[in-house]
């Protein structure tokens, strides 16, 4: 059983750098050929993929949010970290970490929510 848990502060401020931590357990993220994604979803809006990192580090990024997002990892504590930079109202959303082995997401985090707010 993989399972992924979401972390990171609920509350930032506009303009400030938003990270957020998925520690994975059951399953190494640098295991081939899995992928790992943030997607997050705005209330009353679907889903909304951000990024993904590949077992070898590789990483993949929504054309709308490259500019602002970056996926990083800790492979000894096998985790994956979202920075998201620049965050403003809009950003205010509940954010989840999936495994993808392929064109589909397997296992999800519960999700955390993130409230943007000065």
């Known amino acids: 059983q993989v399972l992924l848990q979401e972390s990171g502060p609920g509350l930032v401020k506009p303009s400030q750098t938003l990270s957020l931590t998925c520690t994975v357990s059951g399953g190494s993220i640098t295991t081939a050929y899995y992928s790992w994604s943030w997607i997050r979803q705005v209330p009353g809006k679907g889903l909304e993929w951000m990024g993904t990192v590949a077992y070898s580090g590789i990483t993949n990024y929504s054309p709308s949010l490259k500019s602002r997002t970056s996926i990083s990892r800790d492979t000894s504590k096998n985790q994956f970290i979202l920075h998201l930079s620049s965050v403003t109202l809009e950003d205010t959303a509940r954010y989840y970490c999936?495994?993808?082995?392929?064109?589909?997401?397997?296992?999800w985090g519960q999700g955390t929510q993130v409230t943007v707010s000065s």
């Open positions: 999936a495994r993808r082995p392929g064109f589909m997401y397997d296992y």
